[in-house]
């Protein structure tokens, strides 16, 4: 383990273990910037945070203050520089902030650029008062500002003399991990759509609830259903683009759904979106459509997709990652402030307003969700998921009146929403257990107390980045590959929870990453599509009924950067005629 150095410039260090840096100073009280953290930058004079603007990837993308809407663009974490001065990197873009050009000019820009660990990069946190932070460049000795201390959304973040005025000052709000663990059952970390920049009526649902879609055959002997999603074989799908998903048979794509809730029910009867409603799921398609266009324009693209000139219809999985939202709303972020947002009656009837919409613009179609990854895992380690209270009869008494008020009730509770508003879509809660390799029978067992029975399946991952990636001393040199005990051990999990459910497993995020790949940015090496289509049967098995390919970070390998092993892998594995599912 490392000791870092101090936080505050200029203050004491205290011999510290791990990735949290920890300083003091005399009649103060202690600080803590933890490196495996990120956060938000909020101005203390506008009360915007600092922006990756529309979620740009490139040298020179401008960076600018916005309200907060919690997307990953809006996310930093800091990188160890030594004496005192740490990098500034965005989570979208995977650049850091940089002082353009090696100015010392009062008011000029700061951008994001590739990180070259340059002296223009560096910043050191100057304490100011009520626990803001100034940040100096260590090239020109200027401080970060918000342009003419402008208070509306998308004002330039600039450099200027350090005066320690109000617009110069921001705090660091924490809201999540770096990094997952590599395990089974953890997703780590999950891109977000661009809400905060510029991004590109379904019918009523029936009365009743038919057949569930995700198991259309009864299942038998603790073993998962024969059919999933109308298919009697293992899926295969992804998040990619739309050529790529024209590209071979794939026969799902996945999506994220990732924002705070709407704050009134205004904005689900409007008929257009506002300007002011970006930072929203629903109005992620801009200002000219109507709410929720973001689900019905998905599910129409991936109805009208092709295959080599023909029709070849393609289904939806969403991942439904919002309460992690909801924890910014309560101050505190991943984990802790989720567990708290769920016992606030306010925030959950907000978050299950959305849910609602979110299903209605789903309507009938044959789509599937995956609830909350990770959450499941925080309410978990409280203990007894029926004793973790949460305000759910309160907070949809329509809907959910008869649930429990726990945990476990708002488990029960999503399920029960989706086959009334939704009856034609499968869901499945994501397996978040963190401890799976050492204790199964627990994970097991807190499944069950979720109600996982009525589900329509689980969802799991493998890990949430290349193992190229991991493998780089700069991200832990964590070993990460796979060979075939990791994935006997694995798969024995993964047939154990289905088994325990009788529902099947989706395995969620797999890692796009192939050993011809040269361990740069966009071409990192794994070993997990060659593995998974070379073990079919042992993946059917397992009663895994789809496989869902995708980077979990930037900088990570996606199909249209592997060399098209994804796709060639997916047209031999179709041709084949598929593999029965079990």
């Not at 794509?253 to 008929?271: E, L």
């Not at 029960?412 to 879509?425: F, G, K, V």
Request: glycine share 10%; proline share 4%; net charge neutral.
């Amino acid at each position: 383990m490392l000791a870092r150095r101090g936080f505050w410039a200029g203050l004491s260090l205290v011999v510290v273990t791990g990735s949290a840096v920890v300083v003091s100073q005399a009649s103060a009280d202690q600080k803590t910037l933890d490196l495996n953290k990120w956060y938000v930058l909020v101005n203390r004079d506008s009360g915007k945070v600092l922006d990756d603007r529309g979620s740009a990837k490139d040298d020179g993308a401008a960076v600018v203050q916005w309200s907060r809407h919690g997307g990953a663009n809006q996310q930093w974490r800091f990188i160890d520089s030594g004496d005192g001065y740490y990098r500034l990197q965005n989570r979208t873009s995977g650049k850091v902030l940089d002082d353009l050009g090696w100015s010392k000019t009062a008011g000029s820009a700061l951008v994001q650029w590739k990180d070259l660990n340059a002296a223009n990069q560096q910043f050191t946190p100057a304490k100011s008062s009520d626990g803001y932070v100034r940040l100096v460049n260590r090239f020109s000795g200027m401080a970060v500002g918000v342009r003419n201390a402008a208070k509306a959304d998308g004002g330039d973040v600039v450099q200027n003399r350090d005066r320690g005025g109000a617009d110069q000052q921001w705090k660091l709000v924490e809201v999540g991990s770096v990094g997952g663990t590599g395990n089974p059952g953890n997703s780590g970390s999950t891109p977000t759509p661009a809400p905060g920049g510029s991004t590109p009526a379904s019918p009523a649902p029936s009365a009743t609830r038919p057949v569930p879609p995700a198991a259309s055959a009864t299942a038998t002997n603790g073993s998962s259903a024969k059919r999933f999603m109308g298919s009697d074989t293992v899926l295969i799908g992804g998040l990619m683009s739309d050529a790529s998903a024209n590209a071979a048979p794939f026969d799902m794509r996945y999506a994220y759904v990732h924002s705070q809730p709407a704050p009134s029910s205004d904005y689900y009867t409007a008929a257009r979106c506002k300007d002011g409603w970006s930072g929203w799921w629903g109005c992620w398609n801009g200002s000219t459509t109507a709410p929720g266009t973001y689900v019905t324009w998905r599910d129409d693209v991936v109805s009208q997709a092709e295959y080599k000139g023909s029709k070849r219809p393609q289904k939806m999985l969403w991942t439904w990652y919002s309460l992690r939202d909801l924890g910014d709303a309560a101050g505190e972020g991943d984990g802790p402030g989720e567990v708290k947002a769920i016992n606030r009656t306010d925030l959950l009837t907000r978050y299950l307003n959305d849910y609602r919409f979110f299903l209605q613009k789903i309507g009938t179609s044959h789509d599937a969700i995956d609830l909350e990854p990770d959450f499941w895992g925080f309410a978990r380690s409280l203990g007894n998921l029926h004793q973790v209270p949460a305000q759910v009869q309160a907070s949809n008494p329509k809907d959910c009146g008869s649930q429990e008020n726990s945990a476990a009730g708002l488990a029960q509770c999503l399920i029960s929403m989706t086959h009334t508003y939704a009856p034609n879509t499968a869901v499945g809660l994501h397996l978040s257990c963190f401890d799976w390799e050492t204790d199964v029978q627990k994970c097991v067992k807190d499944y069950a107390d979720l109600g996982a029975k009525n589900a329509d399946f689980l969802v799991s991952d493998v890990t949430d980045r290349d193992a190229g990636w991991y493998a780089q001393p700069a991200h832990g040199s964590r070993d990460t590959f796979w060979n075939d005990q990791k994935a006997a051990a694995s798969l024995k999990f993964w047939k154990t929870m289905a088994e325990s459910v009788g529902k099947p497993v989706v395995l969620w995020q797999i890692p796009v990453g192939n050993m011809a790949q040269n361990n740069t940015p966009d071409h990192y090496k794994d070993d997990k599509v060659d593995w998974f289509f070379a073990h079919m049967d042992q993946v059917a098995n397992a009663h895994i009924a789809g496989l869902f390919f995708g980077a979990g970070w930037s900088e990570q390998t996606t199909p249209e950067t592997d060399g098209g092993n994804l796709i060639n892998k997916t047209i031999a594995y179709h041709n084949s005629g598929g593999t029965a599912l079990k």
